[in-house]
T-cell receptor, first 115, second 114 residues
Framework: DGGITQSPKYLFRKEGQNVTLSCEQN?????MYWYRQDPGQGLRLIYY???????QKGDIAEGYSVSREKKESFPLTVTSAQKNPTAFYLC??????????????FGEGSRLTVL | GENVEQHPSTLSVQEGDSAVIKCTYS??????FPWYKQELGKGPQLIID?????GEKKDQRIAVTLNKTAKHFSLHITETQPEDSAVYFC?????????????FGAGTTVTVRA
């Protein structure tokens, strides 16, 4: 079945450590996104990528980094510079501009807890 | 940028009753308004959407209305069932630009009481 796979589902990290969240899609979508979800704050965009080897900062990019070396993969690294990293992280994808109906397809999320 | 406000933050309804969630947006150029449903432990999923050239859209028990003049749109769920319990997000976006960045509301937690 086509879809988006995020891993790990749960992750614990000590303060000062970097951690990388994986996101893989087999929908052949050009665009991929990372959102952060906190209680009462909805979904906030961290980074997005419209095409391989290109990505842009979203609204809350500080303390995060991404790469887009392959169309199907968009990993997110939460660095030690992120002051409040404990959150639920969602990866999404969509068709590229011009073919985009506007629909985002989400993975099931990764819950990061900093101890 | 676009700012989307969503109310209420929580909503409890008796099974069989209707539920209404309201959102307002700030950018009059926004022209696409999707609604997502997020079940516990899952990612959000699109349930219905509306574009600015349409005032109302219905799909079985759910409907969305759009008032462009007032810059608000609403989700209506009729004959609610236990499986409607979830968090619902509204969103708005200005299509036709170089990227498709949705601005989400803060979410509404809907609980359907049996």
């Amino acid at each position: 079945d086509g879809g988006i796979t995020q891993s790990p589902k749960y992750l614990f990290r000590k303060e000062g450590q970097n951690v990388t969240l994986s996101c893989e899609q087999n929908l052949n979508h050009d665009a991929m996104y990372w959102y952060r979800q906190d209680p009462g704050q909805g979904l906030r965009l961290i980074y997005y990528s419209q095409i391989v080897n290109d990505f842009q900062k979203g609204d809350i990019a500080e303390g995060y980094s991404v790469s887009r070396e392959k169309k199907e993969s968009f990993p997110l690294t939460v660095t030690s510079a992120q002051k409040n990293p404990t959150a639920f992280y969602l990866c999404a994808s969509s068709r590229r501009q011009g073919q985009n109906t506007g629909e985002l397809f989400f993975g099931e999320g990764s819950r990061l807890t900093v101890l | 940028g676009e700012n989307v406000e969503q109310h209420p933050s929580t909503l409890s309804v008796q099974e069989g009753d209707s539920a209404v969630i309201k959102c307002t947006y700030s950018d009059s150029a926004s022209n696409y308004f999707p609604w997502y449903k997020q079940e516990l432990g899952k990612g959000p999923q699109l349930i219905i959407d509306i574009r600015s050239n349409v005032g109302e859209k219905k799909d079985q028990r759910i409907a969305v209305t759009l008032n462009k003049t007032a810059k608000h749109f609403s989700l209506h769920i009729t004959e609610t069932q236990p499986e409607d319990s979830a968090v619902y997000f509204c969103a708005a976006v200005k299509g036709g630009v170089s990227d498709y960045k949705l601005s989400f509301g803060a979410g509404t937690t809907v609980t359907v009481r049996a």
